[in-house]
């Protein structure tokens, strides 16, 4: 069947700590074009960015020379509030660095979500009342909207609320 094509894309973002003073978040995107790796190490407590790499082991197009370049412009940002505007502002929106502004930006989802874990795991087992836990949680960090399935807008744990700015 050679008339048939086929497109398949693989998007993984994992996280690793580091001691007790780092974390590493990786997010690796493969498809029939494209294998790219963007990784990011912050320092704890602060999530300070203290080093970032990119990896590009199959890119159609390919990426601009200055790919590097733009995503060292992130070292130093804290991961939290408003670093969707800060990562665009400093990596750039335009279509060929869009890619690697969205991989920055999930390692960064990767790590909020990982230093969740402790708040997740508190949740009562009763369906009922871990919704409210959940639902509790998202309010008091609205952060967290849109960073995960289980708190996508549309989603009941939202509802009713809005994602940051």
């Not at 050679?2 to 693989?10: D, E, G, K, V």
């Not at 998007?11 to 493969?30: F, I, N, P, Y």
């Not at 979500?113 to 309010?139: C, I, N, W, Y």
Request: net charge negative; with cysteine.
């Amino acid at each position: 069947m050679p008339h048939l094509q086929a497109f398949t894309r693989n998007r993984c973002t994992t996280v690793e700590k580091l001691g007790d003073q780092a974390m590493r978040s990786t997010c690796r995107l493969q498809d029939n074009l494209v294998d790219l790796m963007v990784s990011l190490e912050v320092s704890l407590p602060g999530l300070e960015i203290s080093a970032v790499s990119c990896e590009a082991r199959r890119a159609a197009p390919p990426l601009p020379a200055d790919a590097a370049q733009r995503l060292n412009k992130v070292l130093g940002v804290r991961v939290g509030s408003g670093m969707l505007k800060i990562i665009e502002g400093l990596v750039g929106q335009e279509e060929a660095y869009a890619e690697l502004s969205f991989m920055v930006e999930e390692c960064c989802h990767g790590l909020i979500l990982s230093l969740t874990k402790q708040e997740l795991q508190k949740a009562p087992r009763e369906p009922a009342d871990s919704k409210a836990h959940f639902a509790g949680m998202v309010q008091r960090n609205t952060r967290l909207i849109n960073r995960c399935a289980a708190f996508a807008v549309g989603s009941s744990l939202v509802e009713g609320l809005e994602p940051p700015e």
